[in-house]
């Protein structure tokens, strides 16, 4: 069965710290695609990255990373030299190849203080 | 911005009745997806629209009924409202493949009493 793990429920740091949220899923499929979401108060679910299973070089888009390890089945999301705008929840997700059912986890609350 | 819109933002209703929300998809998606939020928690996935027909379904009773229109919009209906069905709820339009990518939408807030 597929399921999602991100086992902290919030994190709080100060402007300028590095800060990684961890994701760790569990699935019997050899083909899968995994996501990161962003949604900040205003509730819209904004899209970050999608990941496929086959591919797991590591990316960086500007502050952002993402750490891709198929051996410990996890896909983690560091923000570099983090802001006030980056406060939000921040969600991983996972789906089936050519399956609708995308599988999210419960959620990071990330907290940037100034 | 996705392209991704819903209406209404906000909604109250009360146990027993019935709710419609909608959904635009983003130019170009033929697919729509919708999600249930509640509080503190994940979307939960609910069922997928793809060219009209539904295309896969979670695990939400049949009260939990949707439609999609030739230009791709999509309503969900909830009958015999409960409480429990207070939640956001999330449409997210995509291309259809199999590897695609959902976008969402800001979501309607339905609040049953």
């Known amino acids: 069965a597929q399921k999602v793990t991100q086992a902290q429920t919030e994190i709080s740091v100060v402007e300028k710290e590095d800060v990684t949220l961890d994701c760790v899923y569990e699935?019997?499929?050899?083909?899968?695609?995994l996501f990161w979401y962003k949604q900040p108060p205003s509730g819209e679910l904004v899209f970050l990255i999608r990941?496929?299973?086959?591919?797991?070089q590591n990316e960086i888009s500007g502050r952002y990373s993402w750490n891709f390890q198929k051996s410990t089945s996890s896909f983690n999301f560091t923000i570099t030299a983090s802001q006030v705008v980056d406060s939000a929840v921040y969600f991983c997700a996972q789906r089936r190849y050519n399956n609708n059912d995308m599988r999210f986890g419960a959620g990071t609350r990330l907290t940037v203080k100034p | 911005e996705t392209g991704v819109t819903q209406s209404p933002t906000h909604l109250i209703k009360t146990r027993g009745q019935q709710v419609t929300l909608r959904c635009s998809s983003q130019s170009g998606h033929n697919t729509v997806s919708w999600y249930q939020q509640a509080l503190g928690q994940g979307p939960q996935f609910i069922f997928q629209?793809?060219?009209?027909?539904?295309?896969g379904r979670g695990n939400f009773p049949p009260r939990f009924s949707g439609l999609q229109f030739p230009n791709y919009s999509s309503e969900l209906n909830v009958n015999a409202l409960e409480l429990d069905d207070s939640a956001l709820y999330l449409c997210?339009?995509?291309?259809?493949?199999?590897?695609?990518?959902?976008?969402f939408g800001p979501g309607t807030r339905l609040t049953v009493l």
């Open positions: 629209y793809y060219r009209e027909e539904e295309n």
């Open positions: 990941r496929n299973s086959f591919d797991e």
């Open positions: 997210a339009s995509s291309s259809g493949g199999p590897a695609d990518t959902q976008y």
């Open positions: 699935t019997r499929d050899t083909t899968y695609y």
